[in-house]
């Protein structure tokens, strides 16, 4: 079962700060974040296991809350290189190892 | 460049062809993946190889047959597709299932 983000879309301008949410009906053994630009691969951001701390890359964060079973991810004074749709991949703890399922998606656009 | 490679990069097939898409890993990676992307649709996990052992089969119609004949190189074989098959079809690795994902450009494909 896929996990639920939010918001679906977003738009900043340069500075300013978001918050993406990611959510699970199950127990969560990891959670993943990517972010895919328009025409290319997904790009590795961070991994949330469980029991762990807040990651961070560059000025964007994330915290795993395992009573929620819900991860966000945090963008801080958002620059433009910070426009594409952002994935958030969870692994359950029940299920074989590498089944990694992902939200929808949040599009995110950074503006001048 | 992620060091994962995809080939070929567009096609475009008939519901009666057969084709193959590739993936060629140069990471020294022990965990290999199929992923569909569908416009307005999540990530979908189709197959998972670990230590070239297919772990993860997630419900994937018997028209997809992938083959992995050692840890780099991962195969799909597709026959007999139907329009709603047309896809982004993404390959990924990992150095072990749960470690993060490592993305190919992926393959776009058309079915007539």
């Known amino acids: 079962q896929q996990p639920v983000q939010s918001p679906q879309a977003v738009i900043l301008r340069e500075g300013e700060d978001a918050v993406i949410n990611c959510s699970s009906s199950k127990a969560l053994y990891s959670v993943h974040w990517y972010r895919q630009k328009h025409g290319e691969a997904p790009v590795f951001l961070m991994i949330l296991l469980k029991g762990g701390e807040q990651k961070g890359h560059e000025k964007i964060s994330a915290s795993f809350n395992e009573k929620k079973q819900q991860s966000s991810l945090y963008l801080t004074a958002s620059q433009l290189s910070y426009s594409g749709t952002y994935f958030c991949?969870?692994?359950?703890?029940?299920?074989?190892?590498?089944?990694?399922?992902f939200g929808a998606g949040t599009q995110v656009v950074v503006t001048p | 460049e992620t060091g994962v490679t995809q080939t070929p990069r567009h096609l475009v097939m008939g519901m009666t062809n057969k084709k193959s898409l590739k993936c060629e890993q140069h990471?020294?990676?022990?965990?290999m993946y199929w992923y569909k992307q569908s416009a307005k649709k999540p990530l979908e996990l189709m197959f998972v190889y670990n230590f070239k052992e297919q772990t993860e089969n997630n419900s994937v119609p018997s028209r997809f047959s992938p083959e992995c004949p050692n840890s780099s190189h991962l195969f799909l074989h597709l026959h007999t597709l139907q329009p709603e098959d047309s896809a982004l079809y993404l390959c990924?690795?990992?150095?072990?299932?749960?470690?993060?994902?490592?993305f190919g450009s992926g393959t776009q494909l058309s079915v007539l």
């Open positions: 990471l020294g990676h022990n965990a």
């Open positions: 990924a690795s990992s150095q072990a299932a749960t470690e993060k994902l490592f």
């Open positions: 991949g969870t692994e359950r703890a029940t299920d074989s190892w590498g089944k990694l399922q």
